[in-house]
């Protein structure tokens, strides 16, 4: 890691301490350059890693930031809320369900998809409320910089034993839907948890038993605004289970 790339994490670490908006890197910057630029940040940081979280998923969103593969960000561990939550601790949030997964096991190796059932312990809902400000139009290499969107998250209930493609998601504020999709709508719910594993394990980040790992936002990227939440996850007609939470500002 060079000084430049030093210097980018600290004003990373300084903008989201200071929930300010975060700066934007170098336009040429590379795509390692830019996880060395987010490894600075959460050194200076010195929190705790709780988990991971899986950014542009989908191959349209891919396409759409010209990359080949998501990006990852790290959950902290301050970062974790239930049941409420102050919108005025961020700069510009954005609201997102996603499927969580929890590590059964410790993983110093590549795991594959035939080894999801051993790698992982259960499905959970995930609501992110993730952190997209940034002084300026934000490129693949701005948020992997700035840690990939990380800003707080949810944990919510036990999913049981549905099939991880096949989960209807229903998003409410204060009661009407404002978003519906389904999991296996940004591909294959399997293969993204496996990828986070190993994108994890590439860039020599921990993974212990226990860690929360998101695997990317479903249906549509809302604004955060204030009022009450409820997220729905169904399949084939039954509720699995639901959270709510509180935005207040």
Do not use: C
């Amino acid at each position: 890691m060079n000084t430049r790339q030093q210097d980018y994490g600290e004003l990373m670490a300084t903008a989201h301490q200071q929930r300010q908006l975060k700066p934007n890197v170098d336009p040429a910057t590379t795509m390692p350059q830019a996880y060395q630029i987010q490894g600075a940040m959460l050194d200076r940081l010195n929190l705790s890693f709780v988990g991971y979280k899986a950014v542009l998923s989908s191959k349209p969103a891919q396409s759409a930031f010209n990359v080949t593969e998501p990006l990852l960000g790290v959950l902290l561990a301050n970062a974790g809320v239930e049941g409420r939550h102050d919108l005025s601790q961020m700069v510009v949030p954005v609201i997102e369900v996603e499927i969580g997964y929890e590590l059964g096991v410790d993983v110093t190796t590549e795991v594959s998809i035939e080894q999801f059932a051993e790698t992982f312990s259960q499905l959970h809902i995930a609501i992110d409320l993730a952190e997209v400000g940034y002084v300026g139009k934000a490129s693949a290499v701005d948020l992997v910089s700035g840690n990939s969107a990380g800003g707080s998250y949810i944990k919510g209930p036990v999913l049981g034993s549905a099939e991880p493609n096949h989960i209807q998601v229903k998003l409410l504020k204060d009661g009407d839907v404002i978003n519906e999709a389904t999991s296996g709508d940004i591909g294959d719910q399997k293969a993204l948890a496996v990828w986070l594993v190993n994108k994890a394990l590439s860039l020599n980040y921990p993974l212990k038993k226990g860690m929360f790992l998101m695997s990317g936002a479903l249906g549509t990227i809302l604004g955060a605004k204030p009022g009450h939440y409820t997220a729905r996850y169904e399949s084939e007609g039954q509720l699995l289970a639901s959270v709510d939470v509180e935005l207040t500002q």
